[in-house]
């Protein structure tokens, strides 16, 4: 090793260190950079309070560690183009965005448009389960071919890539973070109007390499009648606002039940904090959905395209309303 002590390492490399930590392996113990990395964490590009090391930041580093520069979006296979990227969010578990993300593709779909949906619940995918996909993906030497429902949505999960629905995932951020870019960039997805991102729950990891990773435009907000699950939507609304991505507005799910017999709508949550959170932060709620078995059990069945309501009409219009000119 080298007499002179390197300003990075101190001399503490793993290698042999000629003193410049630009020249090394990058297996430098004090600055715990990963293998592969120059050691030098102005051109890595993690993001801005990353620790040094590219195993702990979450992704695969887009952004310019001490700089300023915006993290780079990936992009798409030469042979698709999406016109419009929606991420259905909310920031909680078990709220619904599942059930709003495959509703909203549905009534979409049925609209006319094209549409694909990015299962971003890398560790609790739904997609495959609530549409009904069968088999295993495929590729080719660029990418992967999504599946596609009957209605056309193409849609890419992780399940559909496991042996069986039951393989637990677990792998860590920066994998998860690998698998959601390659969700978007090396897919076939053809030409598609719409892609829908089903977000995991929290404002973690993941949810921010979709943000700063995937060119996401709107976002839809899915919240239920209770002060608890608004307390964790103001958070998913404050990262919006972080992130710059505008909120196209508010899904209340499970916001009644229809009584069968005279077509009554009850409330059974008497703690609806929807109204108070959609005025504090200027959102308007675009859409109610009732709790209804026949969607539960369509989507334990797998056949969700079958549901003939249209449930999220005023969503569809005002997704529409603010697209692109299409
Ligand atoms: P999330 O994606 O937020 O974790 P899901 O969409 O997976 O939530 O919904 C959680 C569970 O609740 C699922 O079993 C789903 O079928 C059910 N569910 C969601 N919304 C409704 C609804 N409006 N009526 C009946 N069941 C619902």
């Known amino acids: 090793m080298s007499e002179e002590k390197c300003t990075h390492c101190e001399g503490e490399c793993a290698e042999e260190c000629d003193g410049n930590c630009e020249n090394c392996s990058g297996n430098c113990e004090s600055c715990e950079h990963s293998e592969g990395c120059s050691g030098d964490c102005e051109s890595c590009g993690s993001s801005e309070g990353c620790s040094g090391d590219c195993n702990s930041c979450g992704s695969s580093c887009g952004g310019g560690c001490g700089s300023s520069a915006p993290p780079k979006k990936v992009e798409l296979l030469s042979d698709s183009r999406i016109k419009k ?52 993906l495929y590729g080719d030497h660029e990418g992967i071919f999504p599946a596609e429902t009957p209605l056309g949505i193409r849609a890419v999960s992780v399940n559909m890539m496991l042996p069986d629905a039951e393989t637990p995932v677990l792998w860590r951020g920066p994998i998860l973070g690998g698998i959601i870019e390659q969700f978007y960039s090396e897919v076939h997805w053809g030409d598609l109007d719409y892609l829908l991102i089903d977000m995991p ?39 919006a606002e972080q992130v710059n991505v505008p909120i196209v507005g508010l899904v209340e799910n499970m916001a009644y039940v229809k009584c069968d017999e005279c077509g009554h709508e009850i409330k059974i949550y008497n703690n609806d904090d929807t109204p108070y959170v959609a005025e504090k932060y200027g959102l308007e ?31 569809v219009k005002k997704v529409a309303i603010n697209g692109k000119e299409f």
């Open 85 to 136: 990227v929606i991420a259905v969010l909310s920031g909680k578990g078990g709220v619904g965005k599942s059930m709003v993300t495959s509703l909203l593709a549905v009534e979409l779909a049925k609209t006319g448009y094209s549409v694909g949906i990015l299962d971003s619940d890398i560790t609790g995918p739904s997609i495959q389960k609530i549409f009904g996909a069968q088999g295993e």
């Open 201 to 239: 729950p929290g404002t973690g990891d993941v949810a921010m390499t979709v943000f700063q990773r995937l060119p996401v435009d709107e976002i839809v907000m899915v919240t239920t009648p209770s002060k608890l699950v608004s307390m964790v939507v103001a958070k998913a609304i404050n990262m």
């Open 285 to 315: 709620v675009v859409g109610k959905l009732p709790i209804d078995p026949v969607l539960a059990n369509m989507a334990d069945e797998g056949t969700i395209e079958e549901y003939d309501g249209f449930l999220l009409d005023e969503l």
